[in-house]
């Protein structure tokens, strides 16, 4: 029997995201912008998404004058990370 | 990058697989800036000691390599504020204290040595300054740029910091030099900066 995907995961833009948080400590709104390729507001609604669903934390503050957004992915979003690679994995072992 | 919903179990390992290897070899192009700055300054100041000592026949211009940090640290300061904003991940962040932990023994046994040949005021001070320090740093050296190389995935990096560690201490043994021996500081500083000029040039 297939593990179910994690539905908010499952998607190429928010995939995208905890990818790039899965390996750094935090990233600000331009880096995974850049990353991503996505549109700002795009991206901007699924990290909202994301946030909402306690996978990251968004964290507004400044950098010199200028506004800055930093992300991080919380424990339990890596631990939802890590189970759908392994969920993933599993589908592709068995096909 | 839109949303679709429609992602095939192997779609969705592609596009971690990809996201991950493009957002790491951008923090690794990111950190070449500063092994650039910092092998620039290497060279730098191993030939303006090497010039002033062999100029004046005083190896007390070494002190001058304290002025590097000082010179260093700002400028890479400043780099930092007036480029994009790049993450650690564990690989910028362990070559990072590397360098940091070679910078803070490189600094801490060259004080002491100087300081104590300095205090003492031994006829052999100078020669002694010479002879303790060179040996160390150049291991230190050799370390942390092969350990570099190793978190890079890199062997031509780890043979950078052999051919500094070992090659440098073999040449600085049997050539018996003294003033010379800044010149594999220069060496070591070139090798330092195209480091960095590999990682900016990295590939996925």
Known sequence: ?95 | MELNEELTAQQSLDLITKTLNNSRRDITRDGGKYFILWGILLAVFSLIVYALWKSTGRAEWNFLWFAMPLVGYPLSAALKKRSESVPDNLVSELISKTWRIFAVFAISVSALIMLSSFLIKDKLAGMFLSVSITPSILMLFGISESFSGILLKSPIVIAGGLVVGIGGLLVYYLSGLLVEQMLIFTFAGIVLALTGVLMKNQKN
């Open chain 1, 1 to 95: 029997m297939f593990p179910k995907l994690d539905p908010l995961l499952h998607s190429e833009l928010r995939l995208a995201v905890m990818s790039i948080l899965s390996d750094v400590k935090s990233a600000d709104f331009t880096f995974l912008k850049k990353q991503t390729g996505a549109t700002a507001g795009n991206l901007s609604v699924q990290i909202d998404k994301l946030s909402a669903a306690g996978y990251i934390t968004v964290e507004k503050g400044f950098k010199g004058k200028m506004p800055c957004t930093t992300c991080r992915i919380t424990e339990s979003g890596a631990e939802a990370f890590r189970k759908y690679v392994e969920a993933l994995k599993s589908y592709i072992s068995q096909k």
